[in-house]
């Protein structure tokens, strides 16, 4: 499953590598991307490559430094907010546009993705938590008729994928979140707008109040170990 079906050209393939990389840990922040020895790790030349680190520095997972190349971004608190605050304002406002025209095709596209997530969750399977939490919120704003907001938010969500995979890292946030989402969607499904679009908001707030205080506890370790 995916946000969307379209056949990917081989920047996007290797955009998608990269991120994966990058969101997995394998770069870490700090790390520098380059070029030359992308194109060979992938088997392909500097332009797709050249072209995915722009794309990737757009979504906030590396900087192009002068006289250093690409770089893996940093977690920020800055961003956080900003991101978050975003979503907050514009995805209760694309689920009161959806939610009404849901249909029982849309609810049953729902509690598979939420299926599919708890099992994902149940084997740990970490490189899958941003991608679902994505789809599964997308899937509630499908009926929208609001296709900017929307197109925001996708791309707000794909910032937010680094940091899912974070926040999410904790049982116990796993949990909340599976239990978040269940009730969002029987909110709608019981046609409750109102309620399930401040319950989407209070969501959204959580998770970034659960990242603020990962990263907090970051960065005392890290001044803990100077």
């Given at each position: 499953?995916?946000?969307?079906?379209?056949?990917?050209?081989?920047?996007?393939?290797?955009?998608?590598?990269?991120?994966?990389?990058?969101l997995?840990?394998?770069?870490p922040a700090?790390?520098?991307?380059?070029?030359d020895a992308?194109a060979?790790?992938?088997?392909v030349?500097?332009?797709?490559?050249?072209e995915?680190?722009?794309?990737l520095?757009?979504?906030?997972l590396?900087?192009?430094?002068?006289?250093?190349?690409?770089?893996?971004?940093?977690?920020?608190?800055?961003?956080?907010?900003?991101?978050?605050?975003?979503?907050?304002?514009l995805?209760?406002?694309?689920?009161?546009?959806?939610?009404?025209?849901?249909?029982?095709q849309?609810f049953?596209?729902?509690?598979?993705?939420q299926?599919?997530?708890?099992?994902?969750?149940?084997h740990?399977?970490?490189?899958?938590?941003?991608?679902?939490?994505?789809?599964?919120?997308?899937?509630?704003?499908?009926?929208?008729?609001?296709?900017?907001?929307?197109?925001?938010?996708?791309?707000?969500?794909?910032?937010?994928?680094?940091?899912?995979?974070?926040?999410l890292?904790?049982?116990e946030?796993?949990?909340?979140?599976?239990?978040?989402?269940?009730?969002m969607?029987n909110?709608?499904?019981?046609?409750e707008?109102?309620?399930?679009?401040?319950?989407?908001?209070?969501?959204?707030?959580?998770?970034?109040?659960?990242?603020?205080?990962?990263i907090?506890?970051?960065?005392?370790?890290?001044?803990?170990?100077?």
């Amino acid at each position: 499953m995916s946000i969307s079906d379209k056949p990917k050209t081989l920047s996007g393939a290797i955009i998608d590598e990269i991120r994966q990389a990058i969101l997995s840990g394998y770069y870490p922040a700090g790390s520098q991307l380059r070029q030359d020895a992308l194109a060979e790790t992938h088997g392909v030349s500097r332009i797709p490559v050249r072209e995915a680190l722009f794309q990737l520095e757009a979504e906030g997972l590396v900087r192009i430094v002068p006289q250093k190349g690409a770089v893996v971004s940093d977690l920020s608190v800055a961003e956080i907010n900003d991101v978050f605050e975003l979503r907050a304002m514009l995805e209760p406002r694309l689920l009161l546009s959806s939610a009404p025209q849901l249909d029982a095709q849309d609810f049953k596209q729902l509690d598979n993705i939420q299926e599919v997530f708890l099992e994902a969750t149940s084997h740990g399977r970490v490189e899958l938590y941003g991608q679902l939490n994505a789809q599964l919120h997308m899937a509630l704003y499908q009926r929208s008729n609001l296709p900017k907001s929307r197109q925001i938010v996708i791309s707000l969500l794909q910032t937010s994928e680094r940091y899912t995979r974070l926040q999410l890292s904790s049982p116990e946030a796993m949990n909340r979140a599976m239990r978040e989402h269940r009730d969002m969607i029987n909110l709608c499904r019981t046609r409750e707008f109102d309620k399930a679009a401040f319950f989407l908001r209070g969501h959204i707030e959580t998770v970034r109040e659960d990242l603020l205080t990962v990263i907090e506890s970051h960065e005392a370790a890290k001044v803990s170990k100077r």
